[in-house]
């Protein structure tokens, strides 16, 4: 990516055939697409990129397994197509970014011979419906199988586990590898610009966007013939600015996650607990040598605040301590996260947690914006193509043939199974560290430890507990447009999922690099490390755990 301030300029000085606003997975998708569709495009997000639902979600590429309960539950063939869709995007998203994402074995513990059948039935038809992009055929586990597999689960009364297979994946590191291959392509990306207003032309259709610089305060105009709006939760208000006429039709649910050491949970395949107090289902998943615990999904009112609360830890807690062994306590969590599901309004009042996933592209044909609204991470590709088909057909030219299927992200070219092990070897470096860069850099680790030749101290780790040294937090400051020291560590590096407390520790050692690329000042320095820190501390005090 270009330095943010060149990418500020060129976003300033060219007319774009499209402007995508919103840099989560959805217009990052949708920027990729247009772009090498040969559109010249550009891809504006109000924060940084990612840093809403997209670096909030479950981490699983996946058809969902509940949601297909429902569907034949309720005769829903909306939901059941949805479902087929997903299954069959997840082999694109598997394949694309081999570095970010990868099977998995999922097992919902059963406790009597019928459950079992129920499961395995349904899990067979998953199979199925995934046909060609199926990942390994769901099986039986026997009692003692299973706790081979998942020593942790409780023994009591267990009869067996069905074992079905989805995927995993990096979701904020695969939103930039998004955004990179854009920009790779010949695009122009710009975070902290927030879409303020809209210029229309002589006909009533948008032509310009005033755009504020959340960094600076600064506000410039950017110029293009057509507008995407892929804001997620933001949709509504992106709709109004363009037509203040138009319903509202996002219905948000919010969503959160709980990290706790994998030693908790031995074992490296992932549990689903089948039911949960209000009709749901859980996930406990092995999630970078840490346990990741969710989701809630709760109807958005105007006093949700997006952190994790006490209540929703106990939660999400209680529904999963009766399936293991050794309960899990409050005091024990790492980090953790909340976010907004993107969900559009059904007709009628629906409970959230049964709103569809499903995705729908609105064109308003007063102002000629194209709306993107809905979908899941693991859509992201189809719903970017969906979009981009209406953006030609409303330019009037052909409608291309989108080139997304398989396109390798950034990362990918070079990338192999024994990457790790590779750069281990060759730089000396620490197997956590070697693992680490490869998981979340792909082949491009390379160019991170390319910069250990400019100053081989950057071989230093940010903080005794993390694999993760300064070289790359330079690299990201560098290449992929880190600003702020929550970029580096929520983000770029995933820090902050990891732990809460070892990302506080690294903070002054992050300022410091940042200090150094961008020239900040020490006042600014010093502001930005207190500001990290009391905006974890407040993450901790939510939960009543200790802070530091
Ligand atoms: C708790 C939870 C768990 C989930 N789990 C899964 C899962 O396991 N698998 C799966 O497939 N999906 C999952 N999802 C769904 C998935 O995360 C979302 O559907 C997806 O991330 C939405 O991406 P998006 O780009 O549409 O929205 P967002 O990621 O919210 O991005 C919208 C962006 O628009 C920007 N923006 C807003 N207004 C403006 C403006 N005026 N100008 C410029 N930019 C603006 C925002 O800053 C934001 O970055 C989950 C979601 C949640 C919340």
Known sequence: MKPRSEAKVSAQETKFDLCVIGG???????????????????????????????????????????YLEQAVKSFNLEEYRMVKNA????????????????????????????????????????????GKGNLFP????????????????????????????????????????LVESFTAAGGTALNYARVAEFERDKNGKLAAATVRDELSAEEFLIRAWK????????????????????????????????????????????LLVPHTEDGRVIFAVPWQERLLVGTTD??????????????????LLRQLNPYLEAPLRREQILSGMAGLRPLVAAPGHVKSSKLIRDHEVELDSLSGLISILGGKWTTHRLMAEDTINAVQREMGGPVLASMTKQYPLAGARG???????????????????????????????????KLLNENPSWKERIATELPIIQAEIVHCIRNEMAETIEDLLARRTGAQMYSWSEAVQAAP?????????????????????????????????ELGLHEG
Not at 511 to 535: C, H, M, P, Q, V
């Open 24 to 66: 989560g997975a959805t217009g990052a998708g949708c920027a990729l697409d247009a772009q090498l569709r040969g559109l010249r495009t550009l891809l504006l997000d109000a924060g940084d990129f990612a840093s809403a639902a997209s670096s909030a979600s479950t981490k699983l590429v996946h058809g969902g397994v509940r």
């Open 415 to 449: 990338f192999y199974k024994d990457f790790s092990r590779h750069i281990e070897k060759e730089y000396c470096l620490s197997a956590d560290v070697a693992r680490h860069l490869a998981g979340k850099f792909g082949a491009n680790a390379l160019q991170i430890l």
């Open 298 to 315: 709760d109807e958005v009112t105007p006093a949700t605040r997006m952190v994790v609360q006490r209540d929703e830890a106990d939660y």
């Open 87 to 130: 299954l069959h995007e997840r082999r694109y998203m598997l394949a694309n970014g081999p570095h970010l994402a990868h099977s998995a074995h999922f097992l919902v513990p059963v406790y009597s011979l019928a459950r079992a059948a129920y499961y395995l039935a349904g899990m067979k038809m998953y199979d199925a419906l995934a």
């Open 138 to 177: 769901s099986s039986f586990l026997s009692r003692n199988e299973a706790i081979a597999r998942m020593p942790g689960l409780r023994k009591a009364g267990l009869y067996g586990a069905v074992c079905y297979s989805d995927g995993q994946f990096d979701d904020a590191r695969y939103d930039l590898a």
């Open 227 to 270: 507008f995407v709006n892929a804001t997620g939760t933001g949709a509504d208000k992106v709709r109004l600015l363009a037509n203040p006429m138009l319903a509202p039709r996002m219905h948000p649910s919010k969503g959160v996650h709980l990290l706790f050491s994998s030693e908790t949970f031995p074992g490296g395949d992932a």
């Open 509 to 541: 050692v992050v300022a410091a690099l940042l200090a150094a690329e961008l020239n900040w000042d020490s006042s600014r320095t010093a502001a930005a490390i207190a500001g990290y820190s009391d905006k974890i501390g407040g993450f901790q005090r």
